[in-house]
Every structure is written in structure tokens, then in C-alpha cells.
T-cell receptor, first 113, second 111 residues
Framework: KQEVTQIPAALSVPEGENLVLNCSFT??????LQWFRQDPGKGLTSLLL?????REQTSGRLNASLDKSSGRSTLYIAASQPGDSATYLC????????????FGTGTLLAVQP | DAGVTQSPTHLIKTRGQQVTLRCSPK?????VSWYQQALGQGPQFIFQ???????QRGNFPDRFSGHQFPNYSSELNVNALLLGDSALYLC??????????FGPGTRLTVT
């Protein structure tokens, strides 16, 4: 059974710092991995999607890496801003007919001005 | 082009009651998945609908049921509500099994 873990559960940093969020998964047979952002009480916004054959994806100040063999992914946020404050969720999919997502519990990020 | 929409935004129900949540997929999408997100947890897969049929189901009791209409919109029904059903219910739409888009969610509170 696939399990996804995110560390740390919460993180507080001063504005301008670079930071890394971690995600690990127990079954390396994944189809893809996504990082999402969730603002309090809101839906999910997809940030980056990495296919199982890829090693990393970049979008602006965000960079996500994937090491399938070790069951790990990291989300790197450069030059953090107060507007980056949110919960960041990692999810893996096993592909197949439904491509359902299995989520971690998230990292709550607070960027202090 | 509207994305995924869900209604209602918030809902308060009493234990034992029944509730229906609605989801309209993004234009061009034909598949709808439902997730439950309890406070402080990640979303958990409830089930997915494609071609008006339930294609896969997560570890949820039969009290949770759904439906997909010919226009691809979907409903999630929960019977005999329990306090533990209080959560944010998220709908995601996609074209087949491709990665999709999430709606804003419906916050259900059971008292």
C-alpha cells in the first residue's frame, strides 16, 4: 500500500530565505508526482508535475526534483515571499485507469515579512 | 472558460441526515473524482466517475455514493451523516486518466 510522508509538518522562515520541503513515498512504482499549494479552506492549485521518467521540473522560483528509486521528492522555493505562505501537498499517482492521487499530510509554510 | 465548480460552498448538517454535493467539471473534461480532506490531513480518494459509471472506489463505506450525469457533472451523496464526515470535499475533473484540475471544495460540518 502506497504511503506518502511530508517533512516537516510546519515551517516558519523569514522573507527572502531559500527553503526545501520534503516528500517521501513507500512504493517506487509511481506514474507521476505532483506538488500542490492549498490556501486555508480552499481548493488545490497544482504547482508542478513530474512524470516518473523525469528528474525535475521548474516553474519560476519553484523547482521540484524526483528520485524514484529512493522514493523521495523535494520542492525548492527560492527567495521566499509572504505570499508563499500556504500548505504544500505532495501527491503520487500509480497511473492505471483512474490515475488516483495519494496525498501526504502537507507542510504548513509561514513566511514572515 | 470556467474551471471546476462546486456547490454549495459551505453546508451544516445534523448527525443522521443526508447530504448531496455537486460538481461541474472543467469544459472538455469527462471524468470526475471526489476526495475527502479532514482538517489537518491530506485529501483521500473517495471514488471516480467516467461514462456515468463508478470506475474505482477508495476505502469509504457504502454511505458514500455518487452519480455522473450525461453532461459529465457529478453528485456526491452521503447518508446517515456522522460527526467524522465533517471535512472539505474536493472534486477534481480530468480528461480520462490525465492529470486534472481541482475545484474550490465544499466545507461540510456535521453537528
Amino acid at each position: 500500500k502506497q504511503e506518502v510522508t511530508q517533512i516537516p509538518a510546519a515551517l516558519s522562515v523569514p522573507e527572502g530565505e531559500n527553503l526545501v520541503l520534503n516528500c517521501s513515498f513507500t512504493d517506487s512504482a509511481i506514474y507521476n508526482l505532483q506538488w500542490f499549494r492549498q490556501d486555508p479552506g480552499k481548493g488545490l492549485t497544482s504547482l508542478l508535475l513530474i512524470q516518473s521518467s523525469q528528474r525535475e521540473q521548474t516553474s519560476g522560483r519553484l523547482n521540484a526534483s524526483l528520485d524514484k528509486s529512493s522514493g523521495r521528492s523535494t520542492l525548492y522555493i527560492a527567495a521566499s515571499q509572504p505570499g508563499d505562505s500556504a500548505t504544500y501537498l505532495c501527491a503520487v499517482s500509480g497511473g492505471g485507469a483512474t490515475n488516483k492521487l495519494i496525498f501526504g499530510t502537507g507542510t504548513l509554510l509561514a513566511v514572515q515579512p | 472558460d470556467a474551471g471546476v465548480t462546486q456547490s454549495p460552498t459551505h453546508l451544516i448538517k445534523t448527525r443522521g441526515q443526508q447530504v448531496t454535493l455537486r460538481c461541474s467539471p472543467k469544459s472538455g473534461h469527462d471524468t470526475v473524482s471526489w476526495y475527502q480532506q479532514a482538517l489537518g490531513q491530506g485529501p483521500q480518494f473517495i471514488f471516480q466517475y467516467y461514462e456515468e459509471e463508478e470506475r474505482q472506489r477508495g476505502n469509504f463505506p457504502d454511505r458514500f455514493s455518487g452519480h455522473q450525469f450525461p453532461n459529465y457533472s457529478s453528485e456526491l451523496n452521503v447518508n446517515a451523516l456522522l460527526l467524522g464526515d465533517s471535512a472539505l470535499y474536493l472534486c477534481a475533473s480530468s480528461l480520462g486518466s490525465a492529470s486534472g484540475n481541482f475545484g474550490p471544495g465544499t466545507r461540510l460540518t456535521v453537528t
